[in-house]
């Protein structure tokens, strides 16, 4: 079994109002100092072993569903764990 | 002339966009499950407004996979008008059947309300009944309609045209460049934010968008009925 998490954000060139958003809310509880918040998205996979190389299927999953790389970018870690 | 509206799990534009076709506009109008595998015999496809799979993931990003979607393509492919509206623009975008990507409002607020809109260009097949420039009301009802492209895409949209509507003096949801909805490079698709089937009727507040329907049946009548 492999353990994925997958890490979605919108690009850097691209506006994100949440983030912003935040980032007044947490300059107006003092916390000056903070630059820029930028809201994204989580997601935890469990993946069955396969024939197929999960690198490459994660980037396809990624690709054309998790993440629209139109606005958003992507990275994922993926961890081989022992199922009980 | 035959309408297709497409129901995703979650539409809840559908009924509009039936009445709009079969009440105001007097055409044939059917509703097409998102489980359909064919197309055949719909000369306009409409993809309505709502919250296809409950918006997860992304607005639009699960609704693309439906198998229907596959047939949409194709009847995009081979010149069939389609109109996607609000989540219907949405799925289009993801689809790739038009370019760029949908952000949350500017503001993060869920905005339903009247817009004033520029037709931009009356050349499409959608559009044809509008005076270029003209301003015209049609209501607007989403969370997620800050359009978004890179500027290479902006410069080609500019280029060919394709920017159908615009948001005229206020824009509610900083789209770029104020876009209010666009069509691909063949001109037979339309993805648009703002409801033109809310509004076909004076008591619904404006009848602005029965031109929108109306161009759409006088150009298939132009290309596949006079000329037949």
Redesign the interface.
Known sequence: MYKVKVFIT?REN??D??GT?VESALHSMAFEAVRDVRIGKYMELTIEKTDQNIDEAVKEMCER??A?T??EDYRYDIEEVVAL | MKFAVIVFPGSNCDIDMFHAIQDELGEEVEYVPHTADSLEGFDAILLPGGFSYGDY??TG??AR?SSVMAEVVKAADSGVPILGVCNGFQIL??AGLL???M??????AFICKQTQLKVENNTTTFTTGYENGETITLPIAHGEG?Y???EETFLRLKENNQIAFTYHMNNPN?SLENIAGIVNENGNVLGMMPHPERAVDKLLGSEDGLKLFQSIVRNWRESYVVTA
């Open positions: 919108l691209v506006l109002p949440q958003a569903l998790l629209n139109v606005i | 993931l992304r990003a699960i996979f975008l993801e370019p760029g990507a952000r949350k409002n500017r503001d993060l800050n978004y492209c890179d900083g």
